[in-house]
T-cell receptor, first 115, second 113 residues
């Protein structure tokens, strides 16, 4: 796989349901990021993982949001008890190491719609 | 608080016009600066980046940006735009050696053929 992949590409759910969004980073990339892109709001930083270090969760908007990264590769972003304001495009990105000056490679995103 | 401000949300230009998109940031310490671009139907991709050295950096497709430290600015420029430059442009900043990256709200550029 040449790039970052995300699944599903689209997700429609009902308010109150839990959703899981998946990200497969570029092989060998040690850093992985999640962002939320709402209409007219730009990219909102959510969380990043770097190697085995504790993730920086400072951007998660509430305790309904959580993320994990298993084996230093695939990551899952979970949103519990979804709300309509969670509707957005969720973007994942990865980068090699901090010495690579943090150029991020983005996936296509998951468009989440909460009805 | 860390922030990135992009001055224009929407810009409409005719082909061959010159482009300048403003970006100002508020971020402590030394910074890395980026412009990313998202063409219609495509992923976000890096346009150019500044880390150190010459404050005038050149990127792909004839774009350049100038880092003015005293003004906390990193404006994007192109002397002559093309219809294919129609896209959304995002300015971003992180601390040198850091990972957390703050993005601006984006500027949608539409170039009329």
């Amino acid at each position: 796989g040449a790039g970052v992949s995300q699944s599903p590409s689209n997700k429609v759910t009902e308010k109150g349901k839990d959703v899981e969004l998946r990200c497969d980073p570029i092989s060998g990339h040690t850093a992985l990021y999640w962002y939320r892109q709402s209409l007219g709001q730009g990219l909102e930083f959510l969380i990043y993982f770097q190697g085995n270090s504790a993730p920086d969760k400072s951007g998660l908007p509430s305790d309904r949001f959580s993320a994990e990264r298993t084996g230093g590769s695939v990551s899952t972003l979970t949103i519990q008890r979804t709300q309509q304001e969670d509707s957005a495009v969720y973007l994942c990105a990865s980068s090699r190491t901090w010495t690579d000056y943090n150029e991020q490679f983005f996936g296509p995103g998951t468009r989440l719609t909460v009805l | 608080a860390q922030s990135v401000s992009q001055h224009n949300h929407h810009v409409i230009l005719s082909e061959a016009a010159s482009l300048e998109l403003g970006c100002n940031y508020s971020y402590g310490g030394t910074v890395n600066l980026f412009w990313y671009v998202q063409y219609p139907g495509q992923h976000l991709q890096l346009l150019l980046k500044y880390f150190s050295g010459d404050p005038l950096v050149k990127g792909i497709k004839g774009f350049e940006a100038e880092f003015i430290k005293s003004k906390f600015s990193f404006n994007l420029r192109k002397p002559s735009v093309q219809w294919s430059d129609t896209a959304e442009y995002f300015c971003a900043v992180s601390n040198t050696g850091g990972f957390k990256t703050i993005f601006g709200a984006g500027t949608r550029l539409f170039v009329k053929a």
